[in-house]
Antibody, heavy 123, light 107 residues
């Protein structure tokens, strides 16, 4: 079965950095686009970033562009999200999610989600 | 950016009753619309994609309809496990955007 397991969250001061990771299993990882979606405490869902199946193409939400970097290692079935210059408004549970299809637009919706990792930005 | 607006914000429903949730897009998204369910403390779960196709393992009590800018999720007979927050998401244009959610609670 598909499993996505995030890690790397924690409490960090504004301006600092974190590296979030997501370990994937149960499917052919290298065939699918992958995403990060976040959810601030008590709020709705916000799409953060997507990476193509081969890692060549990446798109980011304007709110994180220039501060977050998404990468993948298909040999290890791993995703990484480097989050720099953190702001209080980045406080959220960060979910990694699998794109449903192997091509657009199907790969732009999310058929499996991890349980999330909480990032808290506070001084 | 396409703004997705869900209504109502909260829907109080008795078990066994029908629930109708609405999602409106600020511009056409064709049929590139998905619905997710989020139970308290859990990750979201895909229910419907391409406006009306049920995801794997989703019961037939869930159905979706619409196109363009107006979409509806219908739960024909609410079960206890159906209570939670429901989100719509458009995947027609960048950036991908979600609605603010409809909380379905027990009446």
């Amino acid at each position: 079965q598909v499993q996505l397991v995030e890690s790397g969250g924690g409490v960090v001061q504004p301006g600092r950095s974190l590296r979030l990771t997501c370990a994937a299993s149960g499917f052919t990882f290298s065939n699918y686009a992958m995403h990060w979606v976040r959810q601030a405490p008590g709020k709705g869902l916000e799409w953060v970033a997507v990476i193509s199946y081969d890692g060549r193409n990446k798109y980011y939400a304007d709110s994180v562009k220039g501060r977050f970097t998404f990468s993948r290692d298909n040999s290890q079935n791993m995703l990484s999200l480097q989050v720099n210059n953190l702001r209080p408004e980045d406080t959220a549970v960060y979910y990694c999610a699998k794109g449903r299809g192997s091509s657009s637009p199907g790969n732009l919706l999310f058929d499996y989600w991890g349980q999330g990792t909480l990032v808290t930005v506070s001084s | 950016e396409i703004v997705m607006t869900q209504s109502p914000a909260t829907l109080s429903v008795s078990p066994g009753e029908r629930a109708t949730l609405s999602c409106r897009a600020s511009q056409s998204v064709s049929t590139n619309l998905a619905w997710y369910q989020q139970r308290p403390g859990q990750a979201p779960r895909l229910l419907i994609y391409d406006t009306s196709t049920r995801a794997s393992g989703i019961p037939a009590t869930f159905s979706g309809s619409g196109s363009g800018t107006e979409f509806t999720l219908t739960i024909s007979s609410l079960q206890s496990e159906d209570f939670g927050v429901y989100y719509c998401q458009q995947y027609d244009k960048w950036p991908l955007t979600f609605g603010g959610g409809t909380k379905v609670e027990i009446k």
